[in-house]
Structure formats: C-alpha cells, structure tokens
C-alpha cells in the first residue's frame, strides 16, 4: 500500500474513532448535564449494544467513503516488488526464493552490451523536494539526485571521493550543492567540484565528484548515460499538455524485470505476439498458466500493429501505431476501440499516447532504467486530460499493466537469442535489433559472468 493510500486511510479511521468516541461517550452523559433538552432515553436509555453498533456502522461507513474516493479520485500506484510478479512458485517455495533460483539458474546466452547510451528515468519529480536527497541505482552505479534550494534537480556519483561515504545517505543539500554526512566537503551540483573542505585552508583543484548531465520535463528526471563520457545527443521531447497541466497525474505501476534492457523495447516490433499473448481479455489475468482458461473465454482483445524507425534528425526514435479492439462473446465493444501511437525516444523512454473520441487523450510514459546488467526498473506514468474523471485513466492504467505482467513473466524466464529463428512475418524484430545497436559503441559495457548482485 503507497504512503498516501496509508495516510488516507489514517485520517478515516482516526475521524472515525473519533466520531464514534463521542458517540459512545455522548450516550453515558446526562443531557441535563449539557443543559441539553433531549428527550429523556434517545441517548441514556439506549444500551450499550446499540451504541456499540452505531459506533461500528459509522466507522464502516468512513472506511467505505474512503475507499470509494481512493477508487474514483486518487492516483492508481501499483509498486510491484522483484519478486512479486512473473514467477512460478511451487512446492510451497515463497516468490522471493523462485525468483532467485531462476535469476540464478537461468542461461542468459550471447548478450549485446548490457548499458545502452541514453536517457533513463531516475525519479518523478514530486518524489524529490526542494532540498531533498534519494539514493538511486542506474546502470549500475549508485548515485545522489537531489534538489537544490534553487529547486534544480541534479545527479552526481553517490560516493564521496573522500574518503566514500554515501552523499545521499545523511546528505544534506547546502544551497546548489551537496554536502558530505561524513566530514562535510561541499560539491557543486551542476559540475561535481568540490567548494568547501570545512577543515582546509584550500581546496584543491583537482577535489570534485562525477556529476551527471541531467534533465526534468514531463515530470520526471532523467540521466544521462554515455560510456565514453558524450555529452547528449538529443534531448527528450516535452509535452505541452503535460507542463500546461491541462493532462494531469493520475497513477503509476513500477516492476523490475530480470532480462537484458534490449529484449523490453523489442516487444514492440514483436507483432505476432500480441495476438497471441495478448489477446486473452483482462479478466484471464497475468498468471501464463491460467490466461487462456475457458471461463473468461468471452473477452477477447484484437491487435492490429506496425513498427518503424524514425528517420534523420530522429533516428533515435521510432513508432509503434496499434489499433486495439475488444470483443464480448464474440461481438465487437467499439467503445473501447483505441488508437495507439507508442514512440520510442532512445532505450529508454516511450510515449504512449491515447486518443479517444469519448475517453479523451493522454499520454503513458513507459521508461526502463537499467539497475544492474539483467535487472530493469519499469515504470508507467500516466498523465491524462484533466477533465476526463479520473476513473478512466486509472482504468487504461491497469488494463496496460495487467498486458504488461504477462510480458514480464515471458522476460523473466526467457534466454535471450542473438541467432533467433525468425519467418518472413517475423522480420521486424531484426529491424529493431539493427535500429537498437546505434545506442551501443565500442566500449559499452559487456556484461561481467562473474556474480556480484545480491538475491532479491
Ligand atoms: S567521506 Fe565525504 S567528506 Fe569525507
Ligand atoms: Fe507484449
């Protein structure tokens, strides 16, 4: 349960104590006492169970009021553990310990590198506030991303080239720079220098931390990472409505995935799965073993796709245009028929934007992070029109997700393939393969057989 679900739920059952507090102890007073004109019985004559019961039914009916406004108002936030999703857990073996044993046991074949150069998501922005500090994993390094006083966002290495302790565990942010827990050296947020030893007369030239380029635009903060050190080379596109706010904030999902980065974008130009994977309706649920079940049989989803790369000056990017249709029992629901346009921007950020003729436009921002090299944090944000009730986008929200997870149980498990064995129908994949490669160069890293993760 996310914090806010917590706190909400921490208000109604306080609201309710209390409500039902001053109910039950309203019930032991005299009303002559108050100077009250009651009459005599409505409340001292009713007994204790009465009251007992009034105070639950009121407690009841604040649970349930609040439970419907997290259901019709609030953000959906479905943050899934490592473990929790994609593994087969048999013999009364917990998910954590099947997820290890696959992570462990799995032949992961001939991998490309395993960090692409690009763009990754570290954060959302309302998870950082002025003057905060988080710890974040991405490709494999740790780093410090804080938010100066100046309300800047800024990533650097997370140890202290002092004497390395960890600058986001006790940090504290000191104007645009981040201040050390261990003996207080200063470093400058945008460019890593060191400007303050507290106990030195100088500090030298050559004191600074690695400092990360670093962006915020639609909402969230993002890296850059290149093994050679390039600058960007191509930014990443804003939305307008999203800075305008006429789309709004209303959930995200958040899975980590044990495969290479590669094999996630590449489910786009995976046309053939979609119907086959995907075409079992929601209700078949995200479990392989049960989705193509007789029961649900009735709901069906009909995919229609096509990917391509973009072009120069946007050869780092490409389209997938989808059309997706719902039958029940065989007839066609036209009203959930939608347009998709996911695009690609980089290896690690897709736009999937929805159009709808009554649902509204919005937009889901899929962005995978490596963490570590067959480990990727996924996450789904959506933004939609603020006028559509909320409802909706959460609704479009978990019906991606529940697509999502049965993709996830396929990465888990899978090998990765460098010599596939592909039909004509298949060609795609090859394509994407070609057009991925450009965010690989001669030094990127490879991935290291020896095993330095820690189990989930
Ligand atoms: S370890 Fe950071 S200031 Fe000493
Ligand atoms: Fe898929």
């Given at each position: 349960m996310d914090s806010q679900s917590i706190r909400t739920g921490k208000v109604a059952a306080v609201i309710a104590l209390g409500a039902g507090a001053s109910l039950f102890f309203r019930g032991g007073r005299d009303p002559l006492d108050r100077g009250g004109d009651e009459?005599?019985?409505?409340?001292?004559?009713?007994g204790f169970l009465s009251r007992a019961l009034l105070c639950v039914i009121t407690v009841v009916c604040l649970l349930v009021i609040s439970w419907l406004y997290k259901l019709f108002f609030r953000p959906l936030e479905l943050l899934k553990a490592p473990h929790d999703v994609g593994y087969i857990a048999e013999d009364g073996r917990s998910k954590a310990r099947a997820a290890n044993e696959v992570r462990r046991r799995r032949?992961?074949?001939?991998?490309?590198?395993v960090y692409p150069n690009g763009w990754f998501r570290v954060?959302?922005?309302?998870?950082?506030?002025?003057g905060e500090v988080r710890n974040v994993s991405v490709v494999g390094e740790q780093v410090a991303v804080f938010r100066g006083e100046d309300g800047k966002a800024y990533v650097v290495d997370a140890y202290c080239p002092h004497l390395g302790a960890n600058l986001a565990v006790g940090g504290r942010v000191v104007g645009s720079c981040i201040e050390c827990p261990f003996h207080g050296w200063q470093f400058e947020g945008n460019n890593g220098k060191c400007v303050k030893i507290p106990y030195a007369e100088k500090v030298p030239e050559f004191a600074k931390v690695r400092s990360w380029p670093c962006c915020e635009v639609n909402g969230q903060i993002l890296v850059w990472f290149h093994c050679d050190g390039v600058e960007p080379q191509w930014t990443i596109p804003e939305l307008q409505e999203i800075t305008r706010r006429e789309w709004v904030y209303r959930g995200r999902t958040e899975h980590f995935i044990n495969a290479h980065i590669q094999e996630i974008p590449e489910n786009a130009a995976d046309i053939a799965h979609l119907g086959h994977l995907h075409t079992p309706g929601m209700v078949s649920g995200v479990d392989l073993r049960f989705t193509n079940s007789k029961t649900w049989e009735f709901l069906r989803h009909h995919w229609k796709a096509q990917w391509e790369p973009e072009s120069e000056p946007n050869k780092h990017c490409s389209r997938m245009l989808v059309n997706h249709a719902i039958t029940v029992f065989g007839r066609h629901w036209s009203l959930l028929d939608m347009d998709v346009v996911a695009r690609q921007v980089g290896p690690g950020v897709v736009f999937l934007q929805f159009e709808h003729s009554s649902l509204g436009r919005g937009v889901i921002l899929h962005c995978v992070t490596p963490v570590e090299p067959l480990l990727q944090c996924v996450s789904h944000i959506i933004f939609y029109q603020s006028s559509i009730p909320p409802i909706v986008p959460k609704f479009i929200l978990l019906a991606e997700c529940i697509q999502f997870e049965r993709d996830v149980m396929i990465w888990n498990n899978k090998k990765y393939i460098s010599k596939p064995l592909l039909v004509k129908e298949d060609s795609a994949i090859q394509k994407h393969r070609r057009w991925f490669s450009q965010f690989y160069s001669e030094n990127s890293p490879r991935l290291n057989?020896?095993?330095d993760t820690l189990d989930f």
């Open positions: 009459s005599p019985g409505s409340w001292r004559e009713t032949k992961v074949g001939e991998l490309p590198p954060l959302d922005s309302h998870m950082l506030e002025r057989y020896q095993r």
